[in-house]
């Protein structure tokens, strides 16, 4: 089974701090994926990178930035942590382009708070 | 544009009912649909998916989901209920080309005993 792994369940920052929200999956997978989950808006893409060093931004890159350095890990960095990015975070891989028939498999998430 | 609807915010059913959630999808092509499932506190985790051939697909738990292409739906659908069962519920569409996936606002599930 994927098993796509987010560093924390819950975290507290402060209102500018720099965040890092750290995510790795274990099966090799070419894509990575960063959403963002609100109360009636859904999963919205915030950035996905489907290689090492490669990004792209999604929906509501604003006020975040994304590292890939390695192909197991994809960190998403909140550059000065604001109130309205208080949300829960999804991680997710998926293998290359050309097998999008295949699912993203998800880790448990992040609830961030911003104090 | 893609995009992925589901009309239904919550919904409530009793222990033991039916249950029919429902998806519909805008699509240029052939769509790529899944059905993922939220419990609380958790992340996604798949239901079940449709990519060709028979339009009624199974997956985990007793769900199932049909395609229908002249309706652009892919319903999700459960003949029995279980308290268990409560979680939120998200439809999605994925491109054939590119990485992207589209999500439904999802629909909460609320079953009662």
């Known amino acids: 089974d994927v098993k796509v792994t987010q560093s924390s369940r819950y975290l507290v920052k402060r209102t500018g701090e720099k965040v890092f929200l750290e995510c790795v999956q274990d099966?090799?997978?070419?894509?990575m994926f960063w959403y963002r989950q609100d109360p009636g808006l859904g999963l919205r893409l915030i950035y996905f990178s489907y290689d090492v060093k490669m990004k792209e931004k999604g929906d509501i890159p604003e006020g975040y930035s994304v590292s890939r350095e390695k192909k197991e890990r994809f960190s998403l960095i909140l550059e000065s942590a604001s109130t309205n990015q208080t949300s829960m975070y999804l991680c997710?891989?998926?293998?290359?382009?050309?097998?999008?028939?295949?699912?993203?498999?998800f880790g448990d998430g992040t609830r961030l708070s911003i104090l | 544009a893609q995009s992925v609807t589901q009309p239904d915010i919550h919904i409530t059913v009793s222990e033991g009912a039916s249950l029919e959630l429902r998806c519909n999808y805008s699509y240029g092509a052939t769509p790529y649909l899944f059905w993922y499932v939220q419990s609380p506190g958790q992340g996604l985790q798949l239901l079940l998916k449709?990519?060709?051939?028979?339009?009624l697909v199974q997956g985990i738990k007793g769900f199932e989901a049909e395609f229908k292409r002249s309706q652009s739906s892919f319903n999700l659908r459960k003949p029995s209920v279980h308290w268990s069962d409560a979680a939120e519920y998200f439809c999605?569409?994925?491109?054939?080309?590119?990485?992207?996936?589209?999500f439904g606002t999802g629909t909460s599930l609320t079953v009662i005993p």
């Open positions: 449709y990519f060709s051939g028979d339009t």
């Open positions: 099966m090799d997978h070419e894509n």
């Open positions: 999605a569409v994925g491109a054939q080309t590119g990485n992207q996936f589209y």
């Open positions: 997710a891989s998926r293998p290359r382009t050309g097998t999008s028939n295949q699912p993203q498999h």
